[in-house]
């Protein structure tokens, strides 16, 4: 049995996930966490976050890793942690100090950070001859200027160092350019608490189906274990829609994206690490939009379960303790699974979602959640504000993806309208 320490994490489906896949394994972890209580807002109403089941918990500013390797150093001493792990972003540079730190298994802590970088990562990937748009790293909005010029419009502005998709944008000419590194100048600290780099990253908009490569890397080989597609829609943001696995490709389609996104992985010096790289397949051929290393989120690691039977999140269980992940596809009588997520497209407050005793029924549904009455929602900027999903599978090919959208569009979410206040 192995202990494993896990930092901080989402709070969406990973953070079920991850535990579930620790426990199943036979392993127990301890939780280290800044705040206690942004964990207890997120537990089920009908018992406690899976999370708040650990060993132990301790409670340490994760944002200080130069004060928390040394508590981590002395806690280890005692408690002998096997692996160190987080399902977010914002905490896998730190848990890659951590983890050379206390000399446990994982990914080199200068790979991590360049991956979880998006400036880096253009930078590196760029150097090592990796298809990518054309891009610009630029100090302020002046500088940006300048640079859209001389890549041309219409382009994709990008924070360097958020997730979901916040604040990335697409403009097509100065004002718009303005606006969005307007945006970016606005929002200096995440929603961790920790300072953002203040950076803007212009990149070259791709065109073509954007998919993600799923891969586990240990011993200085990157395994790819699939290709997932995805749906893209709330212009001039980009909010992921769906997904589907495996993703409609031909076969060297799907062999071309693979081999791109082992490429990227290569480059940037991963290894020991579940990564999900998203490829746009340009007319051009692939191109590399980003590498994250930590498995799927959006619950794309149950898509490949659904389909293959292989556990992402178990997978990374086992590379973080430095153990061979069981890889090895089986049949379970799935051959496509697809998710569709439900968005609010009006400001107000949600007092129903209509058609979902019906639909909850059809026999290809493998997940239904949605949002509860009360909740007060605006229209979706980014991945975070999803009002729920539809998962779906098909026995027979590839069409989970129209089966899941052809359901989601028989839910009708009701909203109260915001009341606006005037003088």
């Known amino acids: 049995m192995g202990h494993l320490l896990v930092v901080e994490s989402w709070v969406g489906s990973m ?4 535990p579930r896949a620790i426990r199943e ?10 705040d206690l209580h942004h964990y ?43 692996g160190v792990l987080s399902s977010c972003d914002y905490y896998l540079p730190a848990v890659a100090r951590i983890a ?14 360049g991956a979880c970088r998006k400036d880096l990562s253009r930078e590196i990937l760029a150097e090592a001859g990796v ?41 097509r000419d100065d004002r718009e350019l303005g606006d969005a590194c307007r945006a970016l100048t606005e929002f200096p600290v995440n929603a961790r608490g920790q300072d953002r780099t203040p950076v803007i990253l212009l990149e070259e908009l791709l065109t073509g189906p954007e998919v993600s490569v ?77 590498v994250n290393p930590r498995p799927a989120g959006n619950r794309i690691t149950e898509l490949v379960r659904h389909v293959t039977g292989i556990e992402l999140a178990a997978a990374a269980v086992d590379v973080a303790l430095g153990r061979t992940p069981e890889l090895a596809p089986r049949r379970t009588g799935v051959q496509s699974a697809a998710i569709a997520f439900l968005l609010p497209d009006t400001a107000g407050t949600l007092t129903a979602i209509e058609g979902a005793d019906q639909v909850r029924e059809r026999p290809e549904v493998r997940e ?56």
């Open 214 to 290: 799923e891969t586990v890397s240990f011993g200085g080989t990157a395994h790819v274990v699939g290709v997932t597609d995805k749906s893209i829609g709330g212009a001039p943001a980009f909010i992921e829609t769906g997904h589907m696995f495996p993703a409609a490709l031909a076969p060297a389609e799907a062999a071309a994206a693979s081999d791109t996104a082992v490429a990227a992985i290569k480059a940037l010096g991963l290894d020991d690490v579940v990564c999900h790289t998203e490829i746009k397949l340009t007319a051009d051929g692939p191109r590399v939009v980003e």
């Open 131 to 171: 298809a990518g748009p054309r891009f610009a790293v630029c100090a302020d909005p002046v500088e940006a200027a300048t640079a859209a010029r001389e890549i041309g419009y219409p382009l994709v502005v990008k924070p360097v160092d958020l997730c979901a998709g916040m604040l990335v944008r697409e403009v």
């Open 40 to 82: 207890l807002r997120a537990a089920p109403a009908d018992g406690t976050h899976p999370l708040l089941a650990a060993r132990n918990i301790i409670t340490a500013d994760t944002n200080d890793v130069d004060a928390l390797l040394p508590h981590l150093e002395r806690l280890h001493a005692v408690l002998g942690f096997d």
């Open 25 to 34: 394994s036979g392993h127990e972890f301890t939780f280290v966490t800044r």
């Open 100 to 113: 050379e730190r206390l000399r446990l298994p994982g990914p080199a802590a200068g790979a991590v950070e």
């Open 15 to 18: 953070s079920r996930l991850l």
């Open 368 to 423: 239904l959640t949605l949002a509860e009455p009360g909740r007060s929602v605006r229209p979706a900027t980014s991945n975070n504000e999803y009002l729920g999903h539809i998962m779906t599978a098909d026995t027979a090919g590839s069409g989970a993806r129209v089966t899941a959208e052809s359901l989601l569009a028989q839910l009708r979410p009701c909203y109260e309208p915001s009341q606006e206040v005037t003088a």
